[in-house]
């Protein structure tokens, strides 16, 4: 069973949803980002995912395009990303680790040698958020035989056939777009997003998990009321750039996060 896998059975058990939380590789530091996921695991998040930097982040708003551009211009790379990914494993071997790419980077490094780096480097799973999943067989292929969960994304505007294939085809969970558009937290929860889950959950036994403008305690309880968890991205990302410098900064992000966490429960 993968560590996806058993933590949302774990959460099951104990009637509660996934907090699923976000960091850029590198941003604001490769250090701080290994003491950050540590925090997050300390607060409580079931899983952390792990923007590896990429120079043309397209489903990305301005917080995450901005921190993979920081975490460039410090001299990040994809194999430096994975030795990030692999100091986080050693220091939280049961955190569920979901690396969150575009299709360019693994394409570069190969997609066979990429899967078997990612595997060794403590990764469970990806979200390739430009992966189509017409195109995804060779991927699929690689990841699955190393281990690797792929969680592709449903958006509101998508139709029942395309739930259908989207949902056949994730493993370890399946994303749900909160809404049209980019990354970024937002101030309200779409009226139609319940729905959305419902259709989606129709079509697979896979968790679904809802982002895209997730950033406060209301949101998540909204959302966990019909989702099996949520996803917060931007509003950390822009919280760690923003107390960088703060010696409480740890402090800082475990306090939002326990009280994102709580609304779970």
């Known amino acids: 069973m993968s560590r996806l ?3 949302f059975g774990e959460l099951k058990a104990r009637g509660e949803k996934a907090l699923v939380c976000f960091v850029t590789a590198g941003d604001p530091s490769a250090e701080l980002t290994v003491e950050t996921v540590k925090t997050l695991a300390r607060a409580g998040a079931d899983a952390v995912e792990i923007g590896l930097p990429f120079s043309d982040p397209l489903a990305d708003g301005p917080s995450i395009q901005a921190a993979s551009q920081r975490s460039l211009e410090k001299g990040m790379t994809t194999r430096k990303a994975l ?4 100091e986080i494993r050693n220091a939280v071997p049961d955190l569920p680790l979901v690396l969150m790419t575009y299709f360019n980077p693994i394409r570069c490094y190969g997609l066979l040698e990429y899967a078997k780096a990612a595997a060794a480097a ?4 990806h979200i390739v958020t430009d992966l189509t999943p017409e195109e ?3 991927w699929k292929t690689y990841s ?3 281990g690797l969960d792929t969680i592709f994304l449903v958006a509101p505007t998508s139709t029942e056939e395309r739930i259908a294939i989207v949902a056949g085809i994730s493993s370890g ?4 777009v909160s809404r049209t558009g980019v990354t970024g937290a ?3 929860v779409p009226t139609e997003l319940r729905g959305v889950v419902e259709r989606i959950k129709a079509q697979t036994s896979e968790p679904v998990c809802v982002g895209f403008g997730v950033s406060l305690p209301e949101h998540v309880r909204t959302i ?3 989702a099996d968890g949520v996803v917060v991205g931007s509003s950390l990302v822009d919280l760690l750039h923003r107390e960088r410098e703060n010696p409480a900064l740890q402090q800082i992000v475990f306090d939002y996060v326990s009280g994102l966490k709580a609304a779970t429960r």
């Open 173 to 176: 969970f399946v994303y749900c």
């Open 186 to 188: 937002k101030q309200d």
């Open 136 to 138: 995804a067989a060779d």
């Open 144 to 146: 699955t035989a190393n």
């Open 5 to 7: 896998a058993g933590r």
């Open 224 to 226: 966990c009321a019909f």
């Open 83 to 86: 030795a990030i990914v692999s």
């Open 122 to 125: 403590g990764a469970d799973a």
